[in-house]
């Protein structure tokens, strides 16, 4: 499969931001997703990006893609304590999920 | 909303034995799939499938079979269940291909002794 890359772990304190890095190899990426899993559940789809766009907002979330290095982060403002949990990025093609491939996951823990 | 089931939270199993995980989704999706997550190695794909009775396999399907037979079900089969196919497994459904998103169950975690 392709490669993506992401830290394993990063704190922060409540009320501070977050971004989340994510580095991937497949140049003919068409979307590239954020999902997060709270402890005890699966993946949820948080936001997602297409590759011809830079960034991307909503709400507390922003995301910023740089093609030419590809290089993807989630930025969330005022982080509090739920949103403690890990986060996935994920790139997949036009063909859809079927070629979804994931990175190793971001566990955040936000300290109050 | 679009709910994907796995029929066991937990499981633990001996080796040797043949383990059976079931996903059913609702939403008359097309693809699904079959993921193992464990630490440090994110989510690796075992087996997908695209139609009834179509399967493909994914990144790391030794070990493993699967089996849909109706459109909203999709089962892992374990044949013969070994120590290093402890993990948490974890099910997806989405749309036919073009869809942004794919929605997962809430994973079984299988322990194998």
């Known amino acids: 499969g392709e490669d993506v890359e992401q830290s394993l772990f990063l704190s922060v304190r409540e009320g501070d931001s977050s971004v989340i890095n994510c580095t991937y190899t497949d140049s003919s990426s068409t979307y590239l997703y954020w999902y997060k899993q709270e402890p005890g559940a699966g993946l949820q789809l948080l936001t997602y990006?297409?590759?011809?766009?830079d960034m991307k907002q909503d709400q507390r979330l922003t995301v910023l893609l740089n093609k030419k290095d590809k290089h993807l982060s989630l930025r969330i403002a005022d982080t509090q304590t739920g949103d403690s949990a890990i986060y996935f990025c994920a790139e997949g093609e036009e063909t859809g999920a079927n070629n979804l491939f994931f990175g190793t996951g971001t566990r955040l823990t936000v300290i109050p | 909303d679009v709910k994907v089931t796995q029929s066991s939270r937990y499981l633990v199993k001996r080796t040797g034995e043949k383990v059976f995980l079931e996903c059913v989704q609702d939403m008359d999706h097309e693809n699904m799939f079959w993921y193992r997550q464990d630490p440090g190695l994110g989510l690796r794909l075992i087996y997908f499938?695209?139609?009834?009775?179509?399967?493909e396999k994914g990144d790391i399907p030794e070990g493993y079979s699967v089996s849909r037979e109706k459109k909203e079900r999709f089962s892992l089969i374990l044949e013969s269940a070994s120590t290093n196919q402890t993990s948490m497994y974890l099910c997806?459904?989405?749309?036919?291909?073009?869809?942004?998103?794919?929605?997962f169950g809430q994973g079984t975690r299988l322990t194998v002794v």
């Open positions: 990006i297409f590759s011809n766009m």
């Open positions: 997806a459904s989405s749309l036919s291909p073009g869809s942004t998103e794919a929605f």
């Open positions: 499938s695209y139609d009834v009775k179509m399967k």
